[in-house]
């Protein structure tokens, strides 16, 4: 990373969440209890960051980091490729960097954790103990909450919603598709990895289509009422997509949450019993945490309850679980704000197991959406550990949101901010100059 986006990345991230400054002597603690063991599973914005940051601050600890790809592609900015404006292989990272601090990357899934004995299984047969485990496995999807979705039916009607493979897929039906198509697009119901994610998209879409099929159609098929950033994205679709694209919420007299899909066919029926023939269809179901947060006795419903500040587990011991999976309540499911929480786990752990001396933790997030060429709106804020209602929660202040009408200048210097951003999240996460 140069100093420039270094900076940058710190002042963004919040300088309070991101250290854990040595106390030296107090090392002790980790001599206490031998080379302290730190199993992570899940490479991703929050995986990967407490890897990173653990091993930087505590370098004597053992940190294992369980992913099963052996390369991670960002949800984030993968909007941007849909739209042409990235490549796929620049949303493409390894892990050599974190090897080369002495992180044990180990390519594999983790198909169990007995919390009892403080281990983890993988696929491949190992057995890895912990003094401390962090699960930071993202999201699964409801399949079931869509009559006919499934693993299989996602392979016609992409999700896209977890980066890679189904990223692609996506961009070479709408390549493939006739200009004068209608591409269906239908958002999940909350809460959701990225709550604007899917308005971006509209966008990118709706851009690629206006450049390339300026014929087609997008229609927005939306189980809520309301969504992320509505205004500005209002606001984006009649100043540059009013004749592509068509935004469909639910309201009192209409629900058009998706129901059922028929890949076969490409019908699309809406809850109200509303059909739509996609040439392409973009289902993105609801979602859960990822399936190993179940496995490990960590979920309550779909999601994971954790202490507000150091993302513990409410339920199980020595077990911290971070990022979408968990419930961070009131800071949304985003990959800004997964680094976040990220340093303030790395933090705890140095702490407990390594000695170091503990802050309070800040956090914050910001999310950017791209909306046209040099056009980007935001929002964010920032989160402290505190009670709200009666409840411990992450109480947000300061925040911020685009506003409509806002000056073309500071919407492209808002695009620039969002790319220092990535480079700055992505050198964090994969220990990489960016
Ligand atoms: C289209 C889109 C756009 C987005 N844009 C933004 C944005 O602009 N800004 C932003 O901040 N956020 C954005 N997000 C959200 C962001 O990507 C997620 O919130 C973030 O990645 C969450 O981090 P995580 O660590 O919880 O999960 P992930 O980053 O998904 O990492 C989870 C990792 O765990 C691995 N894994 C899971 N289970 C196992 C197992 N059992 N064994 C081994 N490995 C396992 C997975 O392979 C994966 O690599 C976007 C999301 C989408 C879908």
Not at 139 to 158: C, L, N, Q, R, T
Not at 370 to 393: R, W
Request: proline share 5%; with cysteine.
């Amino acid at each position: 990373m140069t100093d420039f986006s270094r900076r940058r990345f710190t002042q963004m991230v919040g300088g309070g969440a991101v250290v854990a400054a040595s106390a030296g002597p107090l090392s002790h603690f980790a001599i206490a209890q031998g080379k302290g063991k730190v199993v992570v599973i899940g490479g991703g914005a929050g995986g990967a960051t407490v890897a990173h940051n653990v091993k930087k601050s505590a370098p004597d600890l053992d940190v294992t980091l369980v992913e099963v790809q052996p390369q991670y592609t960002t949800c984030f900015f993968s909007n941007l490729y849909l739209g042409g404006f990235r490549t796929f292989e620049s949303l493409t990272h390894g892990y050599d960097g974190l090897k080369g601090l002495g992180v044990n990357v180990v390519h594999d899934m983790a198909t169990g954790v007995d919390t009892a004995k403080k281990t983890v299984t993988l696929a491949g047969g190992q057995t890895l103990s912990y003094d401390r485990l962090v699960l930071s496995p993202g999201i699964d999807f409801k399949y079931d909450s869509i009559e006919g979705y499934s693993p299989e039916a996602a392979e016609v009607m992409p999700h896209a919603w977890k980066a890679g493979p189904q990223t692609k897929l996506l961009k070479s039906k709408l390549e493939a598709m006739e200009d004068g198509g209608l591409v269906v697009l239908a958002p999940p119901d909350n809460p959701y990895r990225c709550p604007p994610g899917p308005y971006e998209r509209m966008c990118m879409v709706a851009h690629y289509l206006k450049t390339n099929k300026p014929k087609s159609k997008l229609i927005i098929l939306d189980p809520k009422t309301k969504f992320s950033k509505q205004p500005v994205f209002m606001e984006a679709v009649n100043k540059y997509y009013k004749d592509i694209v068509q935004v469909n919420l639910t309201n009192e007299i209409d629900n058009f949450a998706v129901v059922k899909v028929d890949t076969g066919t490409g019908e699309v029926t809406t809850k109200s019993g509303e059909k739509f023939t996609a040439a392409v269809a973009n289902i993105i179901p609801n979602q859960k945490a990822g399936k190993i947060a179940f496995d490990a006795g960590c979920t309550e419903g779909d999601w994971c309850p954790v202490e507000a500040g150091t993302f513990l587990s409410t339920k199980v011991s020595d077990v911290y679980v971070l990022g979408d999976a968990s419930v961070a309540t009131q800071m949304p499911k985003s990959g800004f704000s997964a680094n976040s929480q990220a340093k303030a786990v790395a933090a705890h752990i140095a702490s407990v197991l390594g000695g170091k001396k503990l802050f309070p933790p800040r956090f914050r997030n910001t999310c950017w959406s791209l909306v046209a060429p040099n056009d980007s709106v935001k929002v964010g804020a920032s989160y402290q550990a505190g009670e709200k209602d009666g409840k411990q929660m992450l109480v947000a202040s300061g925040g911020f949101v685009s506003k409509v009408g806002e000056d073309a200048k500071m919407r492209e210097e808002q695009f620039k901010e969002s790319e220092g951003w990535y480079s700055g999240i992505t050198a964090d996460m994969f220990a990489k100059s960016a």
